[in-house]
C-alpha cells in the first residue's frame, strides 16, 4: 500500500507483506511531523474566542492537584478547552453540583470528567466512590486508558473496568475508587455480585448521556443503577448531542442540574469540512473510494456503514472488536469498517477522513441528526482538520442529506470524485 504525505509518496509495506521497521519509523515520523504542524493549529484555536476549545484560564487556575496536573501535562495539554474551564469548576464545588453538559465532539468531554473523578476520589479509602458508565465495551476500555494515563501520577487511586468478560469473585468489596464499565455489567456488579456499594458511590458520570437515555436497553439498566444510589450522589451528564426530548428528560432525572448547551448551529465543526458525492448504483460508491484514496492525503479513515454484515464485523465478540480498534488507534490499521458501534466517542487523533458509505437514518428511515454528528467528529479532534464524505446512491438518500443540511443549517459540498483538480480545490 502506497501512503502520500506532502510530496512524499512512501510504500508501507515491502514485498511478501512484512514491514520495514526503519521505513515504519519513518513513516510514523512523518505522520507526527504532519500532526505537529496541526498542534501549532490547536494553539491558534485555543486563542480564538469563537473556537470551543478556547479558554482563559490555565489548567494551575482550575485548581486540579499537583499531581493530576503533572498527569495533564504529561499528556502534551497546555491549556483547558472551553467546556474544561467551564465544567470543572461545577464539578469541583463543594457542596457538589449535579451537571448536563454538551460540548462538540473531541472538545475534550472524556478529559473533563476524567480528571473530575480522579479529583474527587479520597485514595485513602478503600471502596469504590465514582461510577462511570458507557455505551460500549470499547468506549469504556478507552475512557479508562484516559483516566489511568491522567492518573499516571496518583498511583493510590485505582480504577476497575466493568466490562463484560472482567469475572470478579461475587461478593468482595472492589477496592478501586474509580469503576468504569459498561451499564449490564455495572448494573450486575452493583446488584448480582455486590462488588460496589452504591450507597457509598458519590459521583456518577453518564458519558454519552443521551443514547444512555434514549436507548431503551441502557435507560433501563441505567435508571436501576440510578435507584440504588444515594440522593445527594453528585451526577454528571455528558454528550455532543441532546435531542430536545432526552435533553427535557435528563433535567427530570438530575435534581437541580448546571447546563451547559450549545445552540444548534453551533454543534457542527469549522474543522471538519463536509461533502457528499452522488452515486448513480451501489457499484459506484466503491469507486468514488477509491477516487477519494487516489487524491486525498489520508493517514486514517473511518468508513460506516448499515450492517455488519456489509462492514464483515459480525462475528466479532467484543474483544475481538476492541483489539482491531487497538490496533487502528496504534497506526497498524489505516481504515476502519464499522457500523455505528464506533460512531460515538472513539479518539484517535490521525482520523482525516470519515465516509457515510451508508448514511445514518432512524427506524423510520428519517435522518439520524445525532448519530451523523458522532459518526463524522471522529475526525476533526480537538480542532484538526477532517473531511467528510457522504455517498448518495438513491433520491431517499440525497432527501437525507437535506434533511441533515436543514437541521444543522450547515451546506454539506457537492463533490465529483472523477474531477480530481475540483477535488484538489474543494477539499484542500
Ligand atoms: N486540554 C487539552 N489540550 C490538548 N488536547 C486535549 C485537551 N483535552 C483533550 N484533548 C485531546 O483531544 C482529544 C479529544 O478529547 P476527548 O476524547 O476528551 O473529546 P470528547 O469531547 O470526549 O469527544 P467525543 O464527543 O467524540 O466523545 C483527545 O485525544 C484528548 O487527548
Redesign the pocket.
Known amino acids: 500500500m502506497w501512503i502520500q504525505i506532502g510530496k512524499k509518496k512512501l510504500k508501507t509495506k515491502k514485498d511478501g507483506d512484512k514491514v520495514d521497521l526503519a521505513e515504519q519509523s519513518l513513516l510514523n515520523k512523518l505522520i507526527r511531523h504532519s500532526l505537529v504542524r496541526n498542534r501549532n493549529q490547536?494553539e491558534v484555536l485555543?486563542r480564538d474566542p469563537t473556537s470551543p476549545?478556547y479558554s482563559v484560564k490555565t489548567?494551575e487556575e482550575l485548581r486540579l492537584k499537583p499531581d493530576l496536573l503533572k498527569g495533564?501535562y504529561n499528556?502534551?495539554?497546555?491549556?483547558?478547552?472551553r467546556?474544561?474551564e467551564n465544567a470543572l469548576p461545577m464539578m469541583l464545588a463543594q457542596p457538589p453540583q449535579n451537571l448536563i453538559a454538551q460540548?462538540?465532539?473531541?472538545?475534550?468531554?472524556?478529559?473533563?470528567f476524567?480528571l473530575a473523578m480522579l479529583s474527587h476520589v479520597n485514595p485513602a479509602n478503600k471502596w469504590t466512590q465514582c461510577l462511570c458508565i458507557a455505551p460500549t465495551y470499547e468506549l469504556a476500555l478507552?475512557i479508562g486508558q484516559?483516566i489511568e494515563q491522567m492518573g499516571k501520577y496518583c498511583p493510590d487511586v485505582k480504577l476497575a473496568y466493568g466490562i463484560r468478560g472482567n469475572r470478579m469473585e461475587r461478593g468482595i468489596k472492589l477496592q478501586e475508587q474509580i469503576v468504569i464499565g459498561t451499564p449490564g455489567t455495572v448494573l450486575d456488579w452493583c446488584t448480582k455480585y455486590r462488588l460496589i456499594e452504591p450507597k457509598k458511590i458519590t459521583m456518577f458520570v453518564l458519558?454519552?448521556a443521551d443514547v444512555m437515555i434514549a436507548t431503551q436497553g441502557h435507560r433501563d439498566q441505567s435508571i436501576r443503577i440510578h435507584r440504588q444510589l444515594t440522593k445527594d450522589c453528585q451526577m454528571l451528564l455528558?454528550?455532543?448531542t441532546f435531542e430536545d426530548s432526552v435533553w427535557r428528560f435528563a433535567e427530570q432525572v438530575v435534581p437541580d442540574p448546571n447546563i451547559i448547551r450549545l445552540k444548534r448551529e453551533e454543534e457542527t465543526l469549522d474543522t471538519i469540512k463536509q461533502f457528499y458525492v452522488v452515486c448513480k448504483e451501489k457499484e459506484d460508491k466503491f469507486t468514488a473510494l477509491c477516487n477519494l484514496y487516489g487524491s486525498l492525503t489520508i493517514a486514517q479513515a473511518m468508513i460506516f456503514c448499515h450492517t455488519r454484515k456489509m462492514a464483515a464485523c459480525g462475528e466479532m465478540t467484543v474483544e475481538q472488536r476492541a483489539s482491531v480498534i487497538e490496533r487502528y488507534r496504534n497506526g497498524k490499521e489505516k481504515v476502519l469498517v464499522t457500523t455505528n458501534v464506533c460512531s460515538?466517542?472513539?479518539?484517535v487523533?490521525q482520523v482525516s477522513l470519515v465516509v457515510n458509505f451508508d448514511l445514518p437514518v432512524d427506524m423510520d428511515g428519517n435522518a439520524d441528526n445525532e448519530t451523523y454528528l458522532?459518526r463524522i467528529?471522529?475526525t476533526g479532534?480537538?480542532g484538526r482538520r477532517g473531511f467528510a464524505v457522504n455517498m448518495v446512491d438513491s433520491k431517499h438518500s440525497m432527501d437525507i442529506i437535506n434533511q441533515i443540511e436543514m437541521h444543522f443549517n450547515r451546506r454539506i459540498t457537492k463533490l465529483d470524485t472523477s474531477d480530481l483538480e475540483e477535488m484538489e480545490s474543494l477539499m484542500s
Do not use: C, Y
Open positions: 490547536v485555543q476549545l489548567f495533564v499528556m502534551g495539554f497546555n491549556r483547558p478547552s467546556i474544561q460540548s462538540q465532539s473531541g472538545t475534550g468531554k472524556t478529559a473533563a476524567s478507552q484516559v458519558d454519552e455528558f454528550s455532543a460515538r466517542g472513539i479518539d487523533e458522532h467528529g471522529r479532534r480537538f
